[in-house]
């Protein structure tokens, strides 16, 4: 398995988002503009779009493609699809809950094996959830303290995710969608881009 080792602070600066999105609150005392000295081509911009929730979500260019090509097979436009799949994927969900404070903790968690969907446990954290999955935190992972703290110094969870923080549980009451995400995306440019 790929792991990235770049700097988060360097990436996000370079991407041009927080780095709240992904769960650290750390912040550089480096120059903001750096990178408006030069114009972005249009291929830069939608290149740059990728590599943006590439790197939000965790994901390498293989599996992102082939959530490209999932979302242009579904109704509606394929950016708003990509976002839903990317949202609806199992570590991302438990960083959603707030058992975990960043995504590469969150996928930690699910490769343990503490994190049940609808009873069974699940160890894949692409693993897509649907509308109506109950997803919950292993009995014996309760009585960590790692989860506790995370837990009530959690974010507010999106409106399509129902958290019950005493049970460590959550539920899917809708699929996402792409008002629901808390970062800027402009995703018609990376269809725009697979689309050359």
């Given at each position: ?79 708003d699809n990509l976002i839903t799949c990317l ?70 969870s999106p409106s399509w995710l129902t958290v ?33």
């Amino acid at each position: 398995m790929a792991v990235s080792r770049e700097p988060i602070l360097k990436r996000c600066r370079y991407l041009g988002i927080s780095p709240a999105v992904l769960g650290y609150s750390k912040s550089s005392n480096r120059k903001k503009d750096t990178n408006t000295r030069k114009k972005l081509s249009e291929y830069g911009m939608q290149l740059k779009e990728k590599q943006k929730l590439k790197f939000i979500y965790g994901v390498l260019e293989k599996q992102f493609y082939h959530y490209f090509e999932l979302a242009t097979k579904m109704e509606g436009k394929a950016g708003d699809n990509l976002i839903t799949c990317l949202e609806t994927r199992l570590d991302n969900i438990a960083f959603r809950m707030g058992i975990a404070t960043t995504r590469r903790d969150a996928r930690e968690i699910v490769t343990h094996g503490h994190i049940y969907v609808n009873g069974s446990r699940v160890d894949i954290p692409s693993y897509r959830v649907k509308k109506g999955d109950v997803v919950t935190l292993a009995d014996k992972a309760k009585s960590i303290t790692k989860f506790k703290d995370a837990l009530e110094s959690s974010r507010v969870s999106p409106s399509w995710l129902t958290v019950n923080k005493e049970a460590f549980k959550a539920t899917i009451e809708r699929l996402p969608s792409i008002e629901d995400v808390d970062y800027p995306v402009e995703a018609h440019l990376i269809v725009e881009l697979y689309s050359k």
